[in-house]
C-alpha cells in the first residue's frame, strides 16, 4: 500500500466515523438515561412540596374558617360553669342570684316601684342539675326534638341560670305574660327596655337571635368584670352574627 491509498483508506474511513458517531449516540443516550430518574426525583419532591403547601393551605383555610365560626355553642346556647355556692344569695322565696348582682337588681326594682311598674322575679340562678329536668322533662312532655326544645330552653351546662347572672322578670299586673311573648307589651317591659341598662341588665335573647326564640322576660347582669368574662363569649357572638 502506497502512502496515497494508506491515506485515502486513513481518509476513508467511514465505519471509524460511524462507530464515533454511534458511541457519541450511545453517549448521549446514557446520559439521558442517567440523568432522567434525577429530574423524575427532583420532579416529584417538588410535586410533593406542592401537594403539601396545598394540603396546608386547605387545612389554614378551614383553620381561619373554623376560628370565626366555631364556638363551642349546642343549639344556639353557649357553654356556662355553675356559680360556686359562696357567690350565691337569696333575694326572696326560691331566688337566688350572683353576689354581685343583688344590689343593682334590688335597686332596679325600687326604683321601677317608684314610676308604678313592679317588676315580678320568676326565676334566677338555676342549676345544671335542675336545667337538666326542665330541658329533658319538657322536651319529653311535649314531645319535642332536641333543637325544638332549644328554642325556648337552654340544655343542661349551656343556661346563663347556671351563672347566677340571669333573671326572668314578670309584670305583676299582668301575670298571664310569664314567660311570654305577650310580656314585651307590658308595662314592666317597656320601663326594662328603657331603664334596664342603668341597671347593667341587658336582654339575653332579643329578635335577632338565629337558634333561640325572643325571649323578653331573660335578663342578665353585666356589671361586673366576672360577669362580663362570662359573656364575653356571647357578646362576641351576637357582635358577628349582627355584621
Ligand atoms: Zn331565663
Known sequence: MDRKERENEAFDIPVAERKYLKKTSLNFNQIIILILPIFLFLFSI???????NTKLTTAENIKIQNSEDFDQSILGHLPYNEISKENLVVIEPNIEVHIDMRESLLRMREDAKKDGVLLVFLSGFRSINLQEEIFYSLKSVRNQVAAERARVSAPPGYSEHSTGFAIDIGDFYKRETDFEVEFENTDAFIWLKKNAAKYHFKLSFNKNNKNVDYEPWHWRYE??????KVFEASN???KNTNK
Open 46 to 52: 417538588a410535586g410533593l412540596r406542592l401537594n403539601r
Open 223 to 228: 356589671g361586673s368584670i366576672e360577669a362580663l
Open 236 to 238: 362576641r357572638k351576637s
